[in-house]
């Protein structure tokens, strides 16, 4: 089965700090996202990444960065956290040329106070 | 761009009975589809896919969907709903060639009634 592992459930930051939301996989997968998931948005893409060291933009890359040094690793980076970066996060993974599968990590819930 | 659209929101059924969960999309071609499923507190799980040939696709839980061109629809359905089957659901569109991007709709959250 393939395995997308988030570092943590459950995140508490305060305002203005910088925040670390790592995510794992371990098919060897080429395309690895980030989403953020909001009552009522549903998933909005963040970043994703086709391979190692390349990223691209995604709907709302807003006050977000990205980093994949590995290709097995994906983090997502909140250079100074703000309350309305309170949310859902999920990671994916997909090969490429299997018709987009995505599969997801069970998600990291930050809360910015 | 491809778009997904989810019109309800929310909905109650009662255990035993039969499911209908919309989904539209908007797209030039034929597109990939997806529904996942999200338990409360959850990632997202894949319930079934369609990429091309049989328009109505099997998926896992017995749920089941059919593409529609003519409407632009991907309806999942299930015959007989259990109380397990309450949490949120998500169709999903994918472009071929697109490095594995999806666009998802808003979810529909789905209530089972004892």
């Known amino acids: 089965d393939v395995k997308v592992t988030q570092s943590s459930r459950y995140l508490v930051k305060r305002t203005g700090e910088k925040v670390f939301l790592e995510c794992v996989q371990d098919m060897d997968h080429e395309n690895m996202f980030w989403y953020r998931q909001d009552p009522g948005l549903g998933l909005r893409l963040i970043y994703f990444s086709y391979d190692v060291k390349m990223k691209e933009k995604g709907d709302i890359p807003e006050g977000y960065s990205v980093s994949r040094e590995k290709k097995e690793r994906f983090s997502l980076i909140l250079e100074s956290a703000s309350t309305n970066q309170t949310s859902m996060y999920l990671c994916?993974?997909?090969?490429?040329?299997?018709?987009?599968?995505?599969?997801f990590g069970a998600g990291t819930r930050l809360s910015v106070l | 761009a491809q778009s997904v659209t989810q019109p309800d929101i929310h909905i109650t059924v009662s255990e035993g009975a039969s499911l209908e969960l919309r989904c539209n999309y908007s797209?030039?071609?034929?597109?990939?589809l997806f529904w996942y499923v999200q338990s409360p507190g959850q990632g997202l799980q894949l319930l079934l896919k369609?990429?091309?040939?049989?328009?109505l696709v099997q998926g896992i839980k017995g749920f089941e969907a059919e593409f529609k061109r003519s409407q632009s629809s991907f309806n999942l359905r299930k015959p007989s709903v259990h109380w397990s089957d309450a949490a949120e659901y998500f169709c999903a569109v994918g472009a071929p060639g697109t490095a594995s991007k999806l666009t998802f709709g808003t979810g529909t959250r789905l209530q089972v009634t004892l």
């Open positions: 994916a993974s997909s090969p490429t040329g299997v018709g987009n599968i995505q599969y």
């Open positions: 797209y030039g071609a034929t597109p990939y």
């Open positions: 369609y990429f091309s040939g049989d328009t």
